[in-house]
């Protein structure tokens, strides 16, 4: 019903936004997964988000998210059996790192960290969602974590060519939750697979499918 809302942002914390749109008398409540909250800016500022307007029986309620995949993700969640809209939030909540490792790789021991979610609903989650989001989920949170860095960190660095490929593959992966150390050697081990003139999103690609 709604596919986004934009406005001022009236109040927040970090589960929850109130937006008012452009030229709307009212407020919006919109619950977000933490990380979207701590990614928006204070009361006053301006917000985005694709929107996924839920009806129960007992409740209409609103959810917000940075980008339409990781909405179409939640909504996906909401589909299997024993996951409701605050269990899918809790997951989306993972470092994206481990939500891509699960879906994509297949492993879904990483679920069972939130509550509420046992191995056989984790192992629902895996096979109902792998092959509709693990591609678009390395594509979507991949870039996005180059494009970071690309634009900030490495902006002033004058290193071309493969030891920029690689160095900005590795504050790729430490964006999404490695430590550094290991980011550094998996990235080691994707150029030795790859070869030395691998880019940085395929570098980043391969880690993200093939380390469990």
Known sequence: MYAFIEGEIIDKNEHCV???PDGVGLGLRVLVPERTSADLPPTGGAAHLHTSFQVRED???LYGF???PERDLFEALLKI?????KTALAILDLPRNRIVEAIAAGDSGVLTQVQGVGAKTAGRIVLELKDRFAEE???????AAIADVASGYFADITETGAGRGF?????AL???????????????RARGTLGDEAGAEDLV???LRHVG
């Open 81 to 85: 059996s024993g996951i409701g809209g």
């Open 167 to 171: 160095a900005e593959a590795v504050e």
């Open 137 to 143: 989920l390395v594509a979507e949170w991949g870039r």
């Open 18 to 20: 109130v937006i008012r």
């Open 59 to 61: 409740s209409q309620t």
């Open 66 to 68: 940075e980008s339409a």
């Open 174 to 188: 430490v964006e999404l939750g490695y430590h550094r150390g290991e980011a550094r050697e998996q990235v080691r």
């Open 205 to 207: 690609r391969h880690v």
